[in-house]
């Protein structure tokens, strides 16, 4: 008689074509969260995959409000007091598709092509709302019920930062109470098996320089009216020195220097990792080397990134004119111990002491998230490194990355939960035109997680 | 027996509705010639100001291809050979719209409130075109002659440099040829009679900034790749200190200072011109004061602005990304005696010195144009100014002036031929939303205008 993880497993290998039509389905609705064109998009999305949880027998399931895009929360908690309870965590928006015209197919309408499965959002992170919701379908489906006590929250707000998921986190914390957070916005590659446990925070802010009152003609102003768009080249040039070092006065302060132990540990893991992230750097020089060593700059010191600027005419051709505005958005990612709120409040005086008589001056801050450290052992980590050993016969690399999952830092800081990578994958371009996710290494993150779902029930018993 | 002038007047003033009219079936023709996209509208503005040509009695009247936009012809030559030729310019072209949003009336539906003819070219410079052929029909229409000989070129391609209709001169010497051209990019406005005798050089410039070969999520690779906005930023902040002086080595070496008469000249008339100067400006301060006084700055001394910025995330919300590239558009206005190609180079070559390891810089040349200084005084200049006094009762008052007209500086070094200022107007916002001319202005310098030809025949004769 086979076991309850061969059961499943041979039932997430039989399904694969309706995995497949249903992840099709998911990634085909424009989950655009930045944008409030699609916010009607955001909730059909929701709804859909409530459908969907009820569907495989998730327990109340159900799309809650917010003040801003909906979180989804479902439930199956009869797997007994002695068992643990965790709570799974991915994210149903994704990020915008510009540039257009570089997808080679269109965003939302997701193709297959070389066993890769393109369009936006297949990788960041329908593939953690998909890859949990078909491991937990072949479990219950094959057993009829689950080896331990599960909590689905999947927000709609991760690529803005959670402006209103953070906030419900702290309202509803013994709704969303557990003994372990399970967190599926990474990803799995069997081919270099590889756990980030540490997230950046992230401020993300917006400048705006106002000059006149009304756009002039720079034939008769020029050199007499000031320019906005020069004073957005002053701000933005003073924000590195010519090394890269950020300019802002107590900008490093808090940061915590990594130890001995782990700057050889990082260093050590970046000769596996480094490789593959030059490859996909696009780039032939990196940039700040003499601050510090690349895996060191890129995981574990702050940085200030302009995202954008805009201002002035930007059609073809020529415009003589000197506008009456301009503006610029920035992000800035955190390592322990920046306190995101006091680092935005400096960014925020830094950024209007530019203001003068002749230039008006203003920031407005729209997230704020804190750094994290995630589980790097302890025995929800030891039910995912089972899986991987599991699957490929040895553990994953624990490596430090240099994203940001805001609403990681509300779980970790608001309910003392350890916060363990479950990740699906692996993909490319999140973020870029032509995202996908390889299918081989998502159908296998399913079996890898089926492993881990049992293994929680033993590690964390 | 009335005079001829009288009789043009009378017919003038008997037709301002059919004047209206045409002026508005012109205005609703979108020739904005910066965007390609409008390439088949400045063809179809082209012939429908040949038409109208033809139709009032300008001999040989055509369109004529240029590698641009094309320029338009016509002539009526039989005033005899002891009266003087003179040409007569202005520029079908116009300015684009955006911000669009801001325009109260659509900007190619001429709409006419409180007096005042709203669209797009308006003022800048369908004033120019209309006025001039609305006096020639007035004078034709009574006298079937005009009292000298007439050539009108008229071109497409004022607002991007006139890089084709510049070089259309020098290979139409012949064609062209006359004892002064009339110059009808400018206004009139009888409540202030001024007469703008100046033209500031122009330089248009588009720099490109290329970093990595596609976007990068800035989580990932924040820090450890160069920014090609925090480039731009460089850029733009380094080419002017903190008083407003461009900083570009060898910047001004070139620039004739004003005279002591000149000098005292433009002040005493900023004394007249300043008020309103100053409240159209939208600017509670002026910038850069302490390197000259408002008046030299805005139309003796040099300038570089930025006039858009392209790059990253432009849409609402925020978007996590390194973009690859970047641009920015940037025009700089010359005085005597700075040589255009030699400024461009300077520009260039400081420009693509921020080019790094790191990091692409390269710059496009778009238009360059050499300052001119026109008639201040002569018997063209005498003819317009005797319009001034038949008109209300003074002349105008001489001033020097910021604006550029590009293909004026072909016709001054290649032709030698005094440049006379003749205008039509008033108007308003002129580069910008809701651009509008005044009516009963615009009217008037029809009449000035038919006088003005009546005395070119005596004061040149």
């Given at each position: 008689m086979s076991s309850p993880i061969e059961n499943a497993i041979e039932y997430a290998q039989a399904h694969r074509d309706s995995f497949l039509e249903g992840y099709q389905e998911l990634l085909s609705i424009p989950s655009i969260s930045t944008d409030p064109t699609y916010k009607a998009e955001l909730e059909r999305c929701a709804d859909w995959i409530v459908a969907e949880m009820t569907r495989i027998g998730l327990k109340n399931s159900r799309k809650m409000p917010t003040t801003g895009h909906p979180v989804i929360y479902g439930e199956w908690?009869?797997?007994?007091?002695d068992k643990p309870t965790v709570v799974i965590y991915a994210h149903y928006d994704v990020q915008p598709v510009?540039?257009?015209?570089?997808?080679?197919?269109?965003?939302?309408?997701p193709s297959v092509r070389d066993g890769k499965l393109y369009a936006r959002g297949s990788a960041d992170n329908k593939s953690g709302i998909w890859g949990n919701l078909k491991t937990l379908e072949s479990i219950l489906a094959t057993e009829g019920r689950l080896p331990v006590n599960v909590k689905v929250f999947f927000e709609g707000e991760e690529e803005t930062g959670s402006p209103s998921a953070a906030p419900f986190v702290v309202a509803h914390k013994d709704l969303l109470a557990a003994d372990a957070l399970m967190m599926s916005d990474s990803g799995f590659d069997p081919d270099h098996p590889m756990i980030g446990y540490t997230a950046r925070g992230i401020i993300s802010a917006e400048v705006t320089v106002r000059g006149p009152d009304h756009d002039l003609h720079s034939g008769g102003y020029g050199g007499v009216v000031h320019n906005p768009l020069h004073t957005v080249g002053k701000i933005i040039a003073s924000f590195h020195d010519d090394r890269g070092r950020?300019?802002?006065?107590?900008?490093?302060?808090e940061v915590r220097e990594l130890d001995e132990e782990e700057r050889a540990q990082l260093l050590e893991t970046y000769k596996i990792t480094g490789p593959e992230f030059e490859a996909k750097s696009g780039v032939e020089h990196f940039w700040g080397e003499s601050i510090a060593p690349v895996p060191v700059r890129a995981t574990s010191l702050p940085t200030l990134d302009v995202n954008g600027i805009s201002g002035g005419y930007q059609g073809p051709g020529m415009k003589t004119v000197i506008p009456s505005e301009a503006s610029f958005k920035v992000t800035m990612r955190l390592v322990p111990n920046q306190d995101p709120a006091k680092i935005a409040e400096l960014f925020k005086n830094y950024v209007e002491s530019f203001a003068s008589d002749t230039m008006q001056v203003s920031v407005a801050i729209h997230e704020k998230a804190w750094p994290v450290t995630m589980a790097g052992d302890g025995p929800s980590l030891e039910a995912v490194q089972r899986g991987y050993e599991d699957m490929i016969g040895r553990r994953a690399l624990r490596v430090r990355v240099?994203?940001?999952?805001?609403i990681l830092g509300m779980f970790q800081r608001e309910m003392g939960m350890p916060i363990t990578p479950l990740g699906y994958g692996s993909g490319e371009n999140v973020h870029s035109p032509n995202e996908y996710v390889r299918l081989d290494h998502f159908f296998l993150s399913i079996e890898k997680s089926i492993r881990t779902f049992y293994y929680l029930a033993e590690t964390m018993g």
């Open positions: 908690l009869e797997a007994g007091g510009d540039p257009l015209n570089l997808w080679e197919t269109p965003p939302f309408e950020i300019q802002i006065p107590g900008y490093y302060d240099g994203g940001s999952i805001p």
